[in-house]
């Protein structure tokens, strides 16, 4: 069956990034894009950017645009979300999810990564 | 940017019941490109209906949703214990695709 598993928590100082990995397992890593969306406590879900894996391709959300880099090694059938200048702000839960292309709706999800950003 | 905005907040309803859950979009979303998700505390969302009307694979046909342009529903025919959990829309119709704030259903 199709999984997505993410790595786990993480607790960062304001200023750092965090980088956190999303394992596809049951299908073509390179066949579907995957996208991130994080939820902030009592805030609804936020879409941040979608990565294409077979060529690299990526689009980012306007309000995190030189801020997130969205990559992948299709050799580990891996996505990754890399977010810089983290602020408390930041402190979310952060989701992958795959989109079954050409259709655009999130039809599996990670189980999501906390992070949270402390002093 | 499209917002999406839920109607209600909250519903209060018995097993059994019937539930209407209303999302309403600030600009016309492609019936292509609307969906619902549940989501249970301490889990990811779960999509339930794509492309406004169609059941993903495994939802029961107590769910169903319908609309068009700006206003969209989804229905539960009749509630399982099962069900209470928060309901989200979401617009995939253009950049940045946005979610709405979400309905929770809870028990009466």
């Known amino acids: 069956q199709v999984l997505l598993v993410q790595s786990g928590a993480e607790v960062k100082s304001p200023g750092a990034s965090v980088k956190i990995s999303c394992k596809a397992s049951?299908?073509?890593?390179?066949?579907?894009?995957v996208h991130w969306v994080r939820q902030a406590p009592g805030q609804r879900l936020e879409w941040m950017g979608w990565?294409?894996?077979?060529?690299?391709?990526?689009k980012y959300s306007q309000k995190f645009q030189g801020r997130v880099t969205l990559t992948r090694d299709t050799s580990a059938s891996t996505a990754y979300m890399d977010l810089s200048s983290l602020d408390s702000e930041d402190t979310a839960l952060y989701y992958c999810?795959?989109?079954?292309?050409?259709?655009?709706?999130?039809?599996?999800w990670g189980q999501g990564t906390l992070v949270t950003v402390s002093s | 940017e499209i917002v999406l905005t839920q109607s209600p907040d909250t519903l209060s309803l018995s097993p059994g019941e019937r539930a209407t859950l209303s999302c309403r979009a600030s600009?016309?979303?492609?019936?292509?490109?609307l969906a619902w998700y549940q989501q249970k505390p301490g889990q990811a969302p779960r999509l339930l209906i794509y492309d406004a009307s169609t059941r993903a694979t495994g939802i029961p046909d107590r769910f169903s949703g319908s609309g068009s342009g700006t206003d969209f529903t989804l229905t539960i025919s009749r509630l399982e214990p099962e069900d209470f959990a928060v309901y989200y829309c979401h617009q995939c119709d253009s950049s940045p695709r946005t979610f709405g704030q979400g309905t929770k259903v809870e028990i009466k």
């Open positions: 999810a795959r989109v079954p292309a050409p259709s655009e709706e999130l039809d599996h």
């Open positions: 990565i294409t894996p077979d060529t690299g391709d990526t």
């Open positions: 049951g299908y073509t890593f390179t066949s579907y894009p």
């Open positions: 600009q016309s979303v492609s019936s292509s490109y």
